[in-house]
């Protein structure tokens, strides 16, 4: 056998193995990919009752429709990505916790004073530039929010 040839047939056998590993890791993580869609999260709107939304000024209510209601409010937007597992998952998770933690849908429910403490929050997340979330600004970039949207979330929360 000529130099070097034992080299080469074990680098191909070696490089059919891979590609034979390869070749079922594929398929697995398909299979796991479309098992996956099977296991759909809530993504529904509840009622909204009139009576108990939130009725800001329309300058106000125009920056926080754009920004904050698809999270904060029963008046979600589903978008496309959001059927897709693993990704539903995800924005299912974020709308569930911001509704549970401001809902201008239900913002009558709440008492006066946890009205102000939610008003003065909503501040200073807008303020600190934690909300709308990072992640959320990647697929939604008309939610961002310039000085001034900040400066008049802040003013008509009395801040």
């Given at each position: 056998m000529?130099?070097?040839?034992?080299?080469?047939?074990?680098q191909l056998i070696v490089l059919v193995q891979v590609k034979r590993?390869?070749?079922v890791v594929s398929w697995c993580a398909l299979a796991l990919f479309v098992g996956a869609q099977v296991i759909r999260p809530d993504?529904?709107?509840?009622?909204v009752d009139p009576a108990l939304q939130y009725r800001p000024a329309p300058e106000l209510e125009k920056i926080l429709r754009r920004a904050c209601y698809n999270c904060h409010s029963n008046e979600t937007k589903w978008p496309w990505y959001s059927n897709i597992a693993p990704v539903s998952?995800?924005?299912?998770?974020?709308?569930r916790d911001g509704r549970r933690r401001l809902n201008f849908s239900e913002w009558r429910r709440y008492s006066e004073?946890?009205?102000k403490v939610l008003?003065?929050?909503?501040?200073?997340?807008?303020?600190s530039q934690a909300m709308p979330?990072?992640?959320?600004?990647?697929?939604h970039p008309e939610a961002k929010l310039s000085?001034?949207?900040?400066?008049?979330?802040?003013?008509?929360?009395?801040?």
């Open positions: 000529p130099r070097g040839l034992g080299n080469t047939c074990a590993f390869l070749k993504r529904t709107n509840p009622p998952w995800l924005v299912a998770g974020h709308v004073d946890r009205r008003t003065y929050e909503v501040c200073e997340a807008v303020e979330m990072p992640s959320y600004l990647w697929m000085d001034e949207d900040r400066e008049t979330i802040c003013v008509f929360s009395g801040q």
